[in-house]
């Protein structure tokens, strides 16, 4: 599907030079003299290296339609992971280099979202929240805030995480996958 050099977002697959790249950033830009063009920052999905390149309000780029298909997370095994197509059952494996840092936050029986493009995995969608026990922080101090200040902690996963001075060790809470920031205590 063809789209204006304008209409490009972040998360975009599109077709460049015979590759796929992913957007990554984009900047608006109109400057006082000449047209309109869009600075996008974008990652080739094969080989991972990174260009910018603008494109002209006028120019036409190739968006590429992703395939959409929920797999259920198994294993981890060396840089493999290892999921289940939910309908047929039938197995796949990709590399860990796919989500990255990410992967902590797999946990067994997860549906991750894998957009496919020719029966190939392009990128994996994780749930936005989940949820996870605090094994290491601070102890509370008191007068502190809890508007104002976070401390460190370690979640069960690794992950290192800020939270409120009134999470305490064994606490459960969920946190948001996208950006490792903490978002809630679990009820």
């Not at 989500?99 to 902590?104: C, F, I, N, T």
């Not at 067994?108 to 949820?131: R, T």
């Amino acid at each position: 599907m063809k789209i204006d050099g304008v209409s490009i977002r972040p998360g975009y697959v599109l077709e460049y030079n015979n590759n796929l790249w992913a957007v990554t950033k984009t900047q608006h830009t109109q400057p006082g003299k000449g047209g309109a063009y869009m600075q996008v920052e974008m990652k080739d999905v094969k080989h991972g290296t990174k260009t910018n390149v603008r494109f002209r309000s006028d120019e036409k780029v190739e968006k590429v339609r992703l395939d959409q298909v929920d797999f259920q997370f198994l294993y981890v095994e060396g840089n493999d992971i290892h999921f289940m197509h939910q309908e047929t059952f039938e197995q796949i494996t990709l590399p860990v280099s796919l989500l990255d840092e990410r992967v902590a936050y797999l946990q067994e029986g997860m549906i991750v979202q894998i957009e496919m493009y020719d029966e190939d995995a392009i990128s994996a969608q994780l749930p936005e929240h989940v949820v996870l026990e605090v094994v290491e922080t601070e102890p509370v101090v008191k007068g502190q805030t809890a508007a104002s200040s976070y401390k460190p902690s370690i979640l069960n996963n690794g992950v290192r995480v800020m939270v409120p001075p009134f999470i305490e060790t064994g606490t459960k809470i969920i946190v948001n996958t996208t950006d490792s920031s903490y978002v809630e205590r679990a009820k």
